[in-house]
C-alpha cells in the first residue's frame, strides 16, 4: 500500500508542474500577413516546422499547418497565440493556426492584429522610460498597450487596472534601447472591461 501511494505521490509531483504550465490565463487571438517559411529543424525537435514574419519584425512559430506548398509565400493566418516554455530557447512564441491562405491582395503589406483578453496593469516602470506604462497579461506573455491617441480610453485603464480586460489594436515590435531584447507593443483600437 504505502508503494502504491509512493508511486502515486511521484506521478502527482511530476505532472502537477505541467497541468500548472498548461493553465495560462487569458487568450490572444491573432491576424497575422506575413511571410510562411516551412521545413524548419531545431535541435530536440524544438520547432513546430513552421513560422511567420512580418516586414516590421513580429514573428512566431506556426501549429497546426498541413499544406507546405505555402513555403516562402505572403500568407494570412488567423489562431491563437501562446507563449510557451523551451529547452534550448527560454520561451517558444507559437500560434496554432484556425486558418490559414495565401495572401493576392496586397501582397507586400504585413500586419499582426490582435484581440486579447487579459489582466490590465498600469503604472508600469522600465529603465531608460522604454515601456508606454501599460500591460496587458494573457497566455503566458505580457505586451505593452498604447493607449496615447484616446485619452478616454487612458482614463478607462487607470479605472481598469488589476482587471480582466479585452483588447484590440495592431501589434509592433520595437527594440529595447537599454539592452538586447525587443518589446512587443499594442496600438490599441478597442478597450472594454470583461463583464
Known amino acids: 500500500m504505502r508503494t502504491q501511494l509512493s508511486i502515486i505521490a511521484l506521478a502527482l509531483f511530476f505532472t502537477a508542474p505541467a497541468f500548472a504550465e498548461d493553465k495560462k490565463e487569458g487568450t490572444i487571438e491573432l491576424e497575422v500577413k506575413g511571410t510562411l517559411t516551412t521545413g524548419i529543424v531545431a535541435i530536440g525537435g524544438e520547432s513546430t516546422g513552421a513560422a ?6 513580429f514573428g512566431c512559430e506556426i501549429a497546426g499547418l498541413k499544406d507546405e506548398k505555402l513555403n516562402k509565400k505572403t500568407v494570412v493566418v488567423k489562431g491563437s497565440f501562446a507563449i510557451k516554455p523551451g529547452v534550448e530557447v527560454g ?82 515590435v520595437k527594440k529595447l534601447n537599454t539592452r538586447p531584447g525587443t518589446r512587443t507593443i499594442v496600438s490599441v483600437t478597442s478597450l472594454k472591461g470583461v463583464e
Open 52 to 57: 511567420i514574419a512580418t516586414k516590421d519584425g
Open 91 to 172: 520561451q517558444r512564441r507559437i500560434l496554432t493556426v484556425k486558418s490559414i491562405e495565401e495572401a493576392t491582395d496586397k501582397a507586400d503589406e504585413n500586419y499582426a492584429k490582435a484581440k486579447i483578453t487579459g489582466k490590465l496593469a498600469t503604472g508600469i516602470l522600465a529603465p531608460g522610460g522604454a515601456t508606454t506604462g501599460v500591460t496587458i497579461t494573457a497566455a503566458g506573455a505580457t505586451w505593452e498597450l498604447d493607449l496615447r491617441k484616446d485619452k478616454d480610453m487612458v482614463a478607462a485603464a487607470e479605472k481598469l487596472t488589476g482587471k480582466e480586460i479585452v483588447v484590440e489594436g495592431t501589434v509592433e
